[in-house]
């Protein structure tokens, strides 16, 4: 009898001798019962309007998403901007885990980020996300470890990213222009810039030496090739030589197009090339069984760190070291002290000094993030 369409009637039209139907006999109903039946009747079109209203700012998306981040306040950000569903999935198929998925969810809510695909396979973009995600979580009110722990999901979340597959390369058809490539033909490796990918054939420059003059090639030659990406992914691919041509007035050399590209497996943790005073203290066994403990030599040796990861690093020291051996490495990193323990993989002489690569064995979270901070380009100038 009575629809949703019954608020459309403005109330001082209702007559009580309207409501007759509901009284015991059908008679006029009494005073009591009429002023009982309006005021359920008012109260009945407020729930519906209510919901209505409530129901239409729902679908408006102004809601504000709390900041997630691995656990852990961060404040309100901006209005959802992309498909819950979508991104989930997207983020499953990268690898990540709960914490981290909600980690990437605040990074990007923050930034106001409409198409996340393009962003984790923009590497520009993704890491301006994260710097303003860092900056948030840096600034905020939460405690030092609350902070450290956020960062560290913060900076394992970037991580995988940087080692994603999405947005692969699968075949030499999608490669750009300008791209180097680098030929290997017998024992030497040869570079040369993609011309053209867009015909049947891929074009590249014609070969030459190291005097300019044009290194040929016969065709039908088989090739191996190898590229990286501008986020430094490495892709290798067979090919062989096509021919000859001339584009825009200089010599070219056209390959045989590949659809089996095989990406090249990368170091674990991204890695930063710097010139970092530190020094190293030797570390040896003292004791056995269960009363093994680590002692740490009072010798001071100095060094330079040549490029870092949260994986460990490469130091350029005058002092002969012995592959296996074990140093706690001490390094300042802007306002804070770094220590970590690390084992020796391997050494490299030249000249009079020795580089020494180095596994970080124990590393604290908040060294971790420090020296993540510092090899993404996050932290404060």
Do not use: W
């Not at 009072?298 to 140093?327: H, M, Y």
Request: aromatic share 8%; glycine share 10%; with cysteine.
């Amino acid at each position: 009898m009575m629809g949703l369409n019954i608020f459309l009637f403005p109330l001082q039209t209702v007559n009580p001798s309207d409501f007759q139907y509901f009284t015991k006999g059908g008679g006029t109903s009494s005073p009591v019962a009429t002023i009982i039946f309006v005021v359920v009747f008012a109260l009945a079109i407020g729930v519906i309007v209510l919901i209505n209203n409530r129901n239409s700012s729902g679908t408006k998306g102004t809601g504000k998403a709390k900041g997630t981040g691995g656990g852990g306040g961060g404040g309100g950000v901006g209005p959802k901007l992309f498909s819950g569903f979508a991104f989930n999935r997207l983020a499953r198929n990268i690898g990540l885990d709960n914490d981290q998925i909600k980690m990437l969810n605040f990074v990007f809510r923050s930034d106001d980020v409409v198409d996340p695909e393009k962003s984790i396979n923009t590497p520009a973009l993704l890491d301006r996300h994260f710097r303003k995600a860092y900056r948030i979580i840096e600034q905020s009110s939460g405690s030092e470890q609350e902070t450290q722990n956020r960062l560290f999901v913060l900076f394992s979340t970037r991580n995988i990213l940087e080692n994603s597959m999405i947005g692969s390369i699968g075949s030499t058809r999608q490669l750009k222009d300008d791209l180097t490539l680098t030929l290997t033909y017998g024992k030497e490796k040869i570079n040369v810039n993609v011309l053209s990918t867009k015909t049947e054939l891929l074009t590249v420059e014609a070969p030459k030496t190291v005097l300019g003059s044009q290194i040929k090639i016969p065709k039908g030659t088989r090739l191996s090739a190898l590229f990286f990406t501008k986020n430094n992914k490495g892709f290798s691919f067979e090919t062989r030589v096509a021919g000859y041509a001339v584009m825009h007035g200089h010599p070219a050399m056209q390959l045989a197009h590949s659809n089996q590209l095989r990406y090249l497996s990368q170091r674990r943790f991204k890695r930063k090339q710097a010139v970092i005073a530190c020094f190293m203290f030797l570390v040896y066994v003292e004791g056995g069984g269960k009363k093994q403990r680590l002692v740490v030599d009072k010798r001071r040796l100095t060094g330079n760190i040549a490029d870092i990861s949260v994986g460990g690093c490469s130091i350029k020291t005058t002092t002969s070291v012995q592959v296996g051996a074990r140093f706690k490495i001490e390094f300042a990193q802007g306002e804070n002290n770094v220590a970590a323990l690390g084992q020796v993989l391997r050494t490299n002489r030249t000249g009079v000094n020795t580089i020494i690569h180095v596994k970080f064995l124990k590393l604290s979270q908040k060294a971790m993030n420090i020296i993540n901070a510092f090899v993404y380009e996050y932290a404060h100038e």
